[in-house]
Nanobody
Framework: VQLQASGGGLVQAGGSLRLSCVAS????????MGWYRQAPGKEREEISC????????YYTDSFKGRFTILRDKAKNTVYLQMNRLKSEDTAVYYC????????????????????WGQGTLVTVSS
């Protein structure tokens, strides 16, 4: 499985951005896909994930309400809609996918992802 993330860029605080992650290869093996980010000097932070089986979603509490994960099964694509962006949202955003049937809430913390995209940089100017 290969993942290609895109959509990052420079945006003003308060603005919105939509990231895309396209999966290719053995996409039928994918059970879930997710997004996480890493800001300079900070640890990797999980944002959200979505089941490829039933569409259920999971969000880290701090992102609920501003960020939305969306999926388009026909296009093998997962999106991350980010609204009301803040300067502290500046980071490299990565998508990931897994073939493991972990519960969504522990997928990231248990290191359950099998595949990772290359990251796309989001810069929010204040």
């Amino acid at each position: 499985v290969q993942l290609q993330a895109s959509g990052g860029g420079l945006v003003q605080a308060g603005g919105s951005l939509r990231l895309s992650c396209v999966a290719s290869g053995s996409v039928n093996s994918i059970v879930a896909m997710g997004w996480y980010r890493q800001a300079p000097g900070k640890e990797r932070e999980e944002i959200s994930c979505v089941s490829s089986v039933d569409g259920k979603t999971y969000y880290t509490d701090s992102f609920k309400g501003r960020f939305t994960i969306l999926r388009d099964k026909a296009k093998n694509t997962v999106y991350l809609q980010m609204n009301r962006l803040k300067s502290e949202d500046t980071a490299v955003y990565y998508c990931a996918a897994t073939a493991k049937s972990y519960a969504l809430s522990v997928l990231f913390t248990l290191g359950g992802y099998d595949y990772w995209g290359q990251g796309t940089l989001v810069t929010v100017s204040s």
